[in-house]
Each structure stands twice: as structure tokens, then as C-alpha cells.
């Protein structure tokens, strides 16, 4: 790594466009769009979605983007259950590395010029051998496979507002300093932040948009994280920030763009979709019964937005969808993990200087060798060979740079599992995973008189595979790694005091409308803790039969409840989980509890998953 760098930052520096533009439109009112006009069904599945618009008469440009989202640190293949997509093997930086070189060289021969971009959570909720290092090592890696540009998502802030700062413009970190020895420069792509407004100067954190020519022909690119996005971090690392509407913040932006001559947009937008069965499996380039937050989204947005690349549900899609014209938008999704690249081919007509087709595939980051019957060979039941002859040099040197540096850690067998220990939901929305960590929270609390842990869902990463062998463990055996990428977010162990009146408010608030709830997520509990509940009898009514080791909760008495420090500063819009009194840290991290309890005697099974019962 080089040392750090100064870092301008000009927003339209490819237009010669005064900076103080920059400042007067973030006052100007969101600009007020027709209403949008009767369209066909934008539902129908199209693979791989493809959409002309009026071809006005004059020359045409023909461009190549290729993207992914929520990559999450991803530098090794990801193993057990998400090894594959659709059956195929895929992922590692490395190979992302090697397909992405393949797809520019396809589309160089075809005379298309390629600009690669993400949609956000690139860093965040990562393996320990890029979060041992604060994500440094996965911004150097985009940097060494040729992103440009990327949103940023919600994992974006999970080190805070600051340290978000620091990946983007270099420097060593101001604790752990610069652990490798040479420096930290910092992303040389562009991090785009439209939508995340400092409370002290009224304007995004990190610039907003930016500008690309192709042929002559200029590109704008918006770029928004989830408006949500409050409600999901650590509170604690966004005080000095707000996040506005994603529709409302891109068309303002984009109403400067065209202000300036930018009539083609891309909108990188850390929010999403999913596919839906049928079928039961869709293809990666589909759009089958979608549905999502990025439905709307699109909806209200301007017409020069042909394309809009998503994320945030680590799902896989291509559609067509309407716009705030009843025009079609083409928005895509390339799951996670680097495991999939969205191929974007399109064409820019000369004279108006907007889109005149658009068309996108995902593309699968295949990294096994195929057997000759098709099917792919693996060095143990469940986990895969990987193919030599599709390892990018470049990548994999950096990526070992730092696998050398974090492997005394990352492989030291920390504990014992009896099976794989998925953290997948039930129906009810318990998973045998999250049973784990909460007894784990629970007996790391114990000596501080806990008697109920709770966990929220989505702080389980992995799932933990007893067949997999990261750095030559036997089978069952956990490695410190392996723990570390269930739980990568280093959150505190807190334990407080709440009547059972509140533990019952708490438990009314994993659901939509119930004192701001806005999400359903169901806590993962502890053992002895069980009840009912019911998602369609009235807010405020929906949990029953609470108790703890048999014996009814008691509105009146005080219980002694553990979680996470995300949970107690109301994360994920558990407000009620603020109002405990009493509240003692635990030593170390959530991680240290995990890894404490696997240790701890025989191996761990999966947990039950039968402690909360759905009735409705």
C-alpha cells in the first residue's frame, strides 16, 4: 500500500460545472414529475431483461457496466450451504477478479467501453480476514479488480460515520494504526453518498454523483443507501448524520445532471427486491413474481434513470420496471458475496445524449471444475475444488498478503460442533443458529445474574458447516474464522434489568406497528424462555404466553435480560430495549461469548428452534 493521499472533493469533475452548483442544489426542492402513466405488466419473468427506447436518428455509443452488490468482504470463496448459486460453485475474489477481466474483454471486442460499479455494502459484516485489518483490505482489492464507483450501503457505517471517512480518503486507523506496516491511501473508486446529509453542513458526507463519457456521450451516476439505514446500524457511529429519501434525493440529483447536459442516469441505490417461486428455483437473470422496497422506488423515479443498479437483499434479478413516465427501468441485482456479476450492455444515441436500449444478464463468478457428468468435483462432502486455471495472479497476491497475516488467528480451533448449525428461520422465525448464540450471550452472562439473552436475526452472518475445513481442522471442529464470520460486528455484551411488562413490549415490538416498529424481525432466545404469538391478532396483542422455565412471566418482577449493544441502543427499531435499567457491559466481545461457549465442553448441537410457537 501506498501512503496516504489527498482526496479532492470535486463532484461533477468531469463537467466544467461551478462547485458552487453543488451547494445551491442541495436546497432546491425536489423536482415535481408527472404521474405515471398505465403500463404493461412489468412482472414478466425476462432472461436476460432487455429494453429499446426511441431511437431518434443520429449515431449511437455502445457502453458495458458491470456490477455487483453487498460483497461483504468476501475475499474466500464462501463455504457450506453458500458455496453455490443455483448449484454452481462460486465466489472469491480471485475469480471475481478473473470473470470481471473476461467480461470487459468481451465487451471491448464488441467496441463497448466498460465502467464497473457497485450498490454498497462492500465492507461491513466481513470475514475476519479483511475485518481483522478494519475492511482495508477489501477497499485496496476493489481498488486491484477495477471498481469505479460505488453507493454506500448500510454495513458502510459499521464502524461509524468517521471510520467510513478514513477508508475512503486513507490513513491509518487512529487505535490499531496502520497493522501491515506500509500505509493505507485509501478507495481510489468513488464512494457516492447522496442521501447521507451531515447535520452540520447540510450536504452528503461523500460526493453524490458522478460523471463518466462514453464516446463523448456523458453518463451521470446517483448514488443512495437505504433511507432505513438508521435503523439497522449502531446508532452510536451516525450522530452526525441523516438519511433522506432515496426517490426524493435522486431526482434532486439528478435534476442537476441534467441541469448540465446528463441525459443518461444510473441510479446505485443499496436497497432491493426478491424473486419469488414459481418456480422454486428462479434463474439469476429473472424477474419471477418480484416484489420489494425497490418497486416504489423505481416507480418515483425520473425517466433518464434507464437503469438501476440494487441491492441490499442479497437477491439475484433482472427487470424491467416502470419509472415515474410508465417507461420502463431496467434494475438489477447480483446477490452477494461476489458471486455473481450483472453484465450491462446498452446504447447512447449521439445527438440527445439518452439511453436507446438497455440490456443485463447475471453472470455466475464460477470458481470448481466440472466432472465429466456435469457435476462438480469436491475435496469433501460439501465442499468443493476450486479451479486453478480461473485464479486471477493480481487478486489472489493481495488476498494472500493478508490471509498470511490473519491465519494464527483465523485457524486456531476455538470449539466443537456435532452437525451443520444453520441460521436459517422457521417458520416460526427461530433458527437452530440463533438459538446457539443466545444461549451462548446467556451463559457468558450468567456470573452477572442474566436470565434471558435475545438476538437479533440478522447479526447472524453464517451459518457454521461441520464439514468445512477453512485451514485443515477436523471435521466439526471451529476455527476462531469461522466463528467470526456468524458474528463479525465486534458488538459489546450488555445485560439490564426490565419488568416483565417490558420484556413483554419488547418482544410486541418484533412487530409492524407496534411503537414504531417498521420491520417484522423475530429476537432469537435464550433456553427457558418461551411463548406465542400470533402476527395477525391486533399491535399490542400478538405475544402470549410468556414465560420463563415453565413459570409465567410476572408483569410486576424485574428479570435480567442480555443482549447486544446494537439491541440496547434501540438497533433495528427495538426502542423498548432502551429502557432497561441497571446496564453492565460484559468483558470483550459477542464473539468472545461464541467462541467461549463452543469451547466450552462437549460439542455444541444445533439448537431447537422450537422456543417461540406461530400461531397466526
Known sequence: MSQPRSRGRAVLRHLAAPALALAVVATLPAATLPAPAPAADPWAALAPVSVSYAKPTGGEVKGNFLSYNDFHGAIDPPGGSGAVVNGTPAGGVEYLATWLKKLRAEAKAEGRVTTTVGAGDLIGATPLVSAAFHDEPTIELMDEIGLEISSVGNHEFDEGVDELIRLNKGGCHPVDGCQDGDGFAGAKFTYLAANTISKKTKLPILPPVDVKFVGGVPVGFVGVTLEGTSGIVNPAGITKVTFTDEVETANKWGGLLKLFGVKAMVLLVHEGGAQSPPPSAPGVSDCA????????????????????????????????????????????????????????????????????????????????????????????????????????????????????????????????????????????????????????????????????????????????????????????????????????????????????????????????????????????????????????????????????????????????????????????????????????????????????????????????????????
Not at 442479497?314 to 461476489?338: D, E, I, W
Not at 447512447?348 to 470448481?368: D, H, K, P, Q
Not at 493478508?402 to 460442533?417: C, F, H, L, S
Not at 439473552?453 to 451459518?463: E, F, K, T
Open 289 to 616: 413474481n418480484f416484489s420489494g422496497p425497490i418497486v416504489d422506488i423505481v416507480k418515483g423515479l425520473r425517466p433518464e434513470f434507464g437503469l438501476v443498479v440494487s441491492g441490499h437483499t442479497h437477491r439475484f434479478y433482472s427487470c424491467s420496471l416502470p419509472n415515474s413516465s410508465g417507461q420502463p427501468s431496467v434494475v438489477t441485482s447480483a446477490g452477494s458475496n461476489g458471486q455473481l456479476i450483472t453484465d450491462v450492455d446498452y446504447s447512447l444515441n449521439r445527438r440527445t445524449g439518452r439511453f436507446t436500449g438497455i440490456s443485463a444478464r447475471n453472470v455466475i463468478v464460477e470458481n470448481g471444475i466440472r466432472n465429466a457428468d456435469g457435476t462438480w468435483q469436491q475435496t469433501s462432502p460439501g465442499v468443493y475444488a476450486r479451479n486453478p486455471e480461473l485464479v486471477d495472479a493480481g487478486a489472489k497476491t493481495l488476498a494472500d498478503k493478508y490471509r498470511t497475516a490473519v491465519a494464527p488467528i483465523a485457524n486456531k480451533v476455538t470449539g466443537k460442533i456435532s452437525a451443520d448449525i444453520v441460521r436459517d428461520a422457521q417458520p416460526n422465525g427461530e433458527s437452530p443458529l440463533g438459538d446457539v448464540i443466545a444461549d451462548a450471550q446467556l451463559a457468558y452472562t450468567k456470573n452477572n445474574g442474566a436470565q434471558i439473552a435475545l438476538m437479533n436475526p440478522g447479526g447472524v452472518r453464517a451459518s457454521l458447516s461441520y464439514g468445512a475445513s477453512a485451514g485443515g481442522e477436523a471435521p466439526g471442529e471451529v476455527t476462531y474464522g469461522e466463528a467470526f464470520s456468524v458474528q463479525p460486528f465486534n458488538n459489546l455484551v450488555v445485560t439490564q434489568a426490565f419488568t416483565g411488562a417490558q420484556l413483554k413490549n419488547v418482544l410486541e415490538q418484533q412487530f409492524v406497528g407496534f411503537n414504531g416498529q417498521t420491520t417484522q424481525r423475530i429476537l432469537q432466545v435464550s433456553a427457558g424462555l418461551t411463548y406465542s404469538y400470533d402476527s395477525t391478532a391486533p399491535v399490542g396483542s400478538r405475544v402470549s404466553a410468556l414465560a420463563l422455565n415453565g413459570t409465567p412471566i410476572d408483569p410486576a418482577a424485574s428479570y435480567k435480560v442480555t443482549t447486544n449493544d446494537f439491541l440496547a441502543n434501540g438497533g433495528d427499531g427495538f426502542t423498548e430495549l432502551k429502557g432497561g435499567t441497571g446496564r453492565t457491559t460484559a468483558p470483550g466481545f459477542d464473539i468472545d461469548a461464541l467462541v467461549t461457549y463452543l469451547g466450552a465442553g462437549d460439542p455444541v448441537a444445533p439448537g431447537p428452534a422450537n422456543r417461540i410457537t406461530r400461531l397466526g
